[in-house]
């Protein structure tokens, strides 16, 4: 109640202050947008999906977590998925409060983000990782978990490398969304089914897939990936179902070991 | 429209440090627009998007929003006596955002999105003494 009392003031002191925007139009026509390029997307960061989730419920979020294991690594590409999907697993062990699954996870991301040159970017995020799980800010821990994601992404798009900042987000993409669906499946509603309404945001991973230079599409992990997307896009596409719930999670789940293994899964 | 963390480092020359000061006072801007609502327990997402635009020029960008999450939109802009807005709508181009506020070099909107899905944030320059206005856009969940 103090809350919402304090957001009322906010916004009529903002009110008061700054006036209220000329009347937007109620309708828009979008077919005004149609160049909208594909860098002009929005990908949410895994905290606005872990947001929500914290509001379903109360999961079994230690049952979701995987154990670790980062030791077979592959070419940049499979590394960049890696380390995507490790920093959403960062995420589930917040949700845990595994405080020890926390930490190994700022080691591995520290140490995927050596694989792939970009060590010294991580370094301050992946220290304050380990502190954070120290004190028991999980708040903390997941804003540094997203911090690294942004960090890691920008620093690959310095060294002209923005493909694999892409895989980086692709394969957070995919971890989280086999957790999302697995916690959806395992006790349906319609509020945690609608969160998986996110065909366009497939649609960009898909693009940028196809968009890749010839040498990351031609190999073998990605084409693993590429296949797996496609599986799951008329999924998405439709009405979310218990049985499309449990068709994205097998095939997100199948995609994720075969990251972790660099396609031997 | 660019997203500033990543395209404008790779692609601007060093020479232009105009340009980045610019940049980085309309960052600035839409960091302050968005400061109120830190304060509320809104997380700040730590990337910044943004660009230039003409008079009455529009930019729209697709964003997921989830269903349940309340976001705050940021816009600000370095150039004095420019007036710029910020809305939100949905796929089918309907405003959605529960309140909208301006004042020349901010504005911000509010959405509690209604289903999860993509929406439109379309950021708009109402006046400005530039041909060319640069913008930043900020946002918050919680």
Redesign the interface.
């Known amino acids: 109640m103090a809350?919402f009392c304090?957001?009322a003031l906010?916004?009529a002191?903002?009110?008061a202050?700054?006036?209220?925007?000329?009347a937007?139009?109620?309708?828009?026509?979008?077919s005004?947008?149609p160049a909208?390029?594909l860098?002009?997307?929005?990908?949410?960061?895994p905290?606005?999906?872990f947001?929500?989730l914290d509001?379903?419920g109360t999961p079994n979020w230690k049952g979701e977590l995987r154990p670790p294991d980062i030791k077979k690594r592959g070419a940049r590409a499979q590394i960049a998925l890696l380390l995507g999907s490790v920093i959403a697993e960062g995420f589930v062990a917040v949700e845990a409060a595994d405080k020890e699954r926390v930490k190994e996870i700022g080691r591995e991301v520290l140490e995927l983000a050596r694989g792939i040159g970009v060590e010294k970017t991580v370094l301050s995020r992946t220290n304050a990782i380990l502190t954070r799980a120290d004190e028991n800010n999980w708040?903390g821990v997941?804003?540094e978990l997203?911090?690294a994601l942004?960090d890691v992404?920008?620093a690959m798009?310095?060294l002209?490398d923005?493909q694999l900042?892409h895989l980086v987000s692709l394969g957070g993409w995919l971890r989280g969304t086999e957790v999302l669906t697995s916690i959806v499946g395992k006790s349906y509603s319609a509020?945690g089914a609608?969160?998986?309404?996110?065909?366009?945001?497939l649609r960009y991973f898909q693009q940028r897939l196809v968009d890749m230079s010839p040498r990351i599409r031609s190999n073998a992990l990605v084409g693993r990936v590429q296949r797996g997307l496609d599986e799951i896009s008329p999924l998405l596409n439709q009405k979310i179902t218990p049985a499309s719930v449990r068709r994205i999670n097998e095939i997100t789940g199948q995609i994720v070991r075969a990251i972790d293994t660099d396609g031997h899964a | 429209m660019r997203r500033f963390g990543a395209v404008v480092l790779a692609s601007i020359p060093l020479v232009l440090a105009s340009a980045f000061a610019t940049v980085d006072d309309a960052i600035s801007r839409a960091l302050e627009a968005i400061d109120p609502y830190v304060k509320e327990g809104y997380v700040v997402r730590d990337d910044q998007w943004g660009g230039d635009l003409g008079l009455k020029e529009q930019k729209a960008f697709p964003h997921t929003l989830f269903k349940g999450n309340d976001y705050w939109f940021c816009m600000g802009t370095d150039v004095d006596n420019a007036r710029i807005a910020i809305h939100v709508y949905d796929s089918r181009g309907k405003l959605v955002e529960k309140t909208s506020w301006q004042k020349g070099r901010f504005a911000a909107a509010e959405v509690i999105a209604p289903a999860t899905g993509t929406y439109y944030i379309v950021a708009e320059v109402n006046s400005s003494p530039q041909e060319r206005t640069s913008w930043a856009m900020v946002y918050a969940y919680k």
């Open positions: 809350k304090y957001t906010v916004t002191l903002a009110t202050t700054f006036g209220f925007a000329e937007p139009p109620s309708r828009i026509d979008l005004k947008f909208t390029r860098d002009d997307v929005v990908v949410p960061v905290s606005e999906v947001n929500v509001k379903l708040v997941r804003r997203d911090g942004a992404k920008k798009i310095e002209k923005a900042a509020d609608d969160l998986l309404n996110q065909p366009d945001l």
